[in-house]
C-alpha cells in the first residue's frame, strides 16, 4: 500500500504539472490517445484567440489536447458560439484534462495576462487548500523557464520522476490562476506535493455563477509575490477544467486569453 501511495503521489505531481503539457521535449496525447512527440510541436509568438475560430468540435486551433492520465476521463472542450461571440466550453463529468499553447519565450517584464471566464455551476466539495479536494471550474496556468539546477535535491526528484511517469519535462515554475470554491480572492496557495507550482485565487465561491468575470494580472508581480524572485521567460499557457478529485460535474467557458505587453510605469 505504501508503494501504491507513492505511486499515486508521484502521479499527481505529473498531473499538476501536467498543465504546462507540451512545452518541454517528451510527448503528449491527443484526444484519441495517439502519442506524438511534444519537441514536434512549433512554438508559437501569441495565444490563438477562440474568438477568431468559428463553433466546432474538437481542439481548437493552435491549442495542444493533453491528458492527466490515462486511467481518467477527459475534461470535454468545444468551441461554441455563445452570446455573440466563440468562446471555449469545458465539461467535466468526474474527469480532467485540459489544453495548452507552447510559446516561443517571452521576458516578463511588464508581461501581463488577460483573459474572461464563467462558471456555472458550483462545486461545494472542492477545496484548493486539501490536495485530495483540489479540483476548480477554471484554472488558467502560466508556464516559467528558470535554472533547475538550483532547485532543492526533493524538488529535482519530483521533477525527474514525474517526467519518467507523465512523459513530460516539467517547467522550472508555474503559476495558476484559478477559481476556488473555499479559498478567499488573491491568497496564494502552494501545491501539495510542490513548491514549483503557486495557486493564486481570482475568483471564490459560487454567488457569481452565471457571470462573466474579466481578470488581468502583472505576471512579474505576482511571479515575485508567489516565489520571492524574478520571474524567467514566460514558455507555454494551459487551462484546466477538473473534477476528478471531487468526482463532481461542473460547466464553464474560457473566453480569449490574451498576453499583453504594457509600457513600464
Given amino acids: 500500500m505504501r508503494k501504491l501511495a507513492m505511486l499515486l503521489t508521484t502521479l499527481l505531481i505529473a498531473f499538476v504539472l501536467s498543465g504546462c503539457a507540451g512545452f518541454g521535449g517528451s510527448s503528449v496525447q491527443?484526444?484519441?490517445g495517439q502519442a506524438f512527440r511534444a519537441d514536434q510541436i512549433p512554438a508559437q509568438e501569441e495565444l490563438p484567440k477562440f474568438s477568431a475560430e468559428a463553433a466546432k468540435e474538437g481542439v481548437p486551433q493552435g491549442w495542444s489536447f493533453y491528458r492527466i492520465a490515462p486511467y481518467k476521463k477527459n475534461?470535454?472542450?468545444?468551441?461554441e458560439n455563445y452570446q455573440g461571440k466563440t468562446v471555449?466550453?469545458?465539461n467535466s463529468k468526474t474527469a480532467a484534462s485540459g489544453?495548452?499553447?507552447?510559446?516561443?519565450?517571452?521576458?516578463?517584464?511588464?508581461?501581463?495576462l488577460q483573459w474572461e471566464w464563467k462558471a456555472l455551476s458550483a462545486m461545494p466539495e472542492a477545496d484548493n487548500?486539501?490536495?485530495?479536494r483540489d479540483d476548480a471550474p477554471?484554472?488558467?496556468l502560466v508556464a516559467f523557464d528558470g535554472n533547475k539546477s538550483k532547485l532543492s535535491l526533493k524538488e529535482k526528484m519530483n521533477f525527474e520522476m514525474a517526467n519518467l511517469i507523465s512523459g513530460q519535462?516539467?517547467?522550472y515554475a508555474t503559476l495558476m490562476y484559478i477559481w476556488s470554491g473555499k479559498s478567499p480572492v488573491d491568497s496564494i496557495l502552494t501545491n501539495a506535493h510542490t513548491s514549483?507550482?503557486?495557486?493564486i485565487v481570482v475568483d471564490s465561491g459560487w454567488d457569481n455563477l452565471g457571470q462573466w468575470h474579466k481578470h488581468q494580472r502583472d505576471l512579474s508581480a505576482d511571479y515575485k509575490r508567489a516565489y520571492g524572485e524574478a520571474p524567467g521567460d514566460v514558455i507555454g499557457v494551459a487551462l484546466l477544467t477538473d473534477t476528478d478529485n471531487t468526482k463532481s460535474e461542473t460547466r464553464a467557458f474560457y473566453g480569449d486569453i490574451e498576453l499583453v505587453r504594457k509600457p513600464a510605469k
Avoid at 129 to 132: A, Q
Fill in 196 to 199: 514549483r507550482i503557486k495557486m
Fill in 30 to 32: 491527443d484526444e484519441s
Fill in 99 to 112: 489544453l495548452a499553447v507552447k510559446l516561443k519565450p517571452k521576458k516578463a517584464n511588464n508581461l501581463w
Fill in 88 to 90: 471555449l466550453s469545458a
Fill in 169 to 171: 519535462e516539467m517547467p
Fill in 75 to 79: 475534461t470535454v472542450y468545444r468551441l
Fill in 138 to 140: 477554471l484554472r488558467i
Fill in 129 to 132: 487548500s486539501e490536495g485530495y
